[in-house]
């Protein structure tokens, strides 16, 4: 269970797989952001020691996708190189509280948040290219990073559990939740894992 409050608009996967080499260079690029935000964290929270080996271990995971992702690139003869970071992140982050405990239990659940839309692009890509019969290979990345995400998503949530009673948690996932649906909603139209479909002109 993802958590999302709503989930993405109709045709994103068919319209997303059509720029198949922009999505995969911003997917490396989230790849690398989320082993930066997990060893950020740890090195953040070096006084809560139960964060440690959850976050260096999904770090790892996170840079070797990296890895899997940027191969995949020069497959395609393409380069991992750098690009504007679409804005769905920092504007997700938005609604962490500046204060601790707060701030910690707020990163901790935009971080499950993010985890759980990028899984369920990563799911739209992979039905997509498999529906346009697309390559077989980037198919078999897309499935396998699914559960590594899914995961990544209950791990920062059990993490986050730690931290306050379950009601707390629920009502506080609860409103996180909601603020990300709408940053998604209203991501701009561009070639991003977070972004929007381009609209047809045509009618
Ligand atoms: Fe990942
Ligand atoms: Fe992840």
Known sequence: ???????????????AVTCMDEIL???????????????????????????????ARLAREELEHFEAVVEHLRRRGLEFGRLRPSA????????????EPERLLDTLLCCAMIEARSCERMQLVAEALELSGGDSELVALYRGL????ARHHNDYLGLARD?????????????????EAD????????????GAAQKSTTA
């Open 88 to 99: 769905y992140a920092a504007r997700l982050m938005a609604i962490v509280r500046p204060r």
């Open 146 to 149: 699914l559960a590594s995400e």
């Open 183 to 194: 940053v998604i909603a209203h991501a701009p139209a561009e070639a991003r894992l977070h």
């Open 1 to 15: 269970m993802l958590h999302l409050a709503a989930r993405t608009e109709e045709g994103w996967g068919a319209w």
């Open 25 to 55: 260079l911003d997917h490396a690029h989230c790849e690398k952001k989320a082993a930066s935000t997990a060893v950020g964290l740890i090195f953040r929270y070096q006084d809560v020691p139960a964060l440690a080996i959850p976050l």
């Open 163 to 179: 931290l306050v009673p379950e009601d707390s948690l629920r009502s506080r996932l609860q409103a996180i939740a909601q603020h």
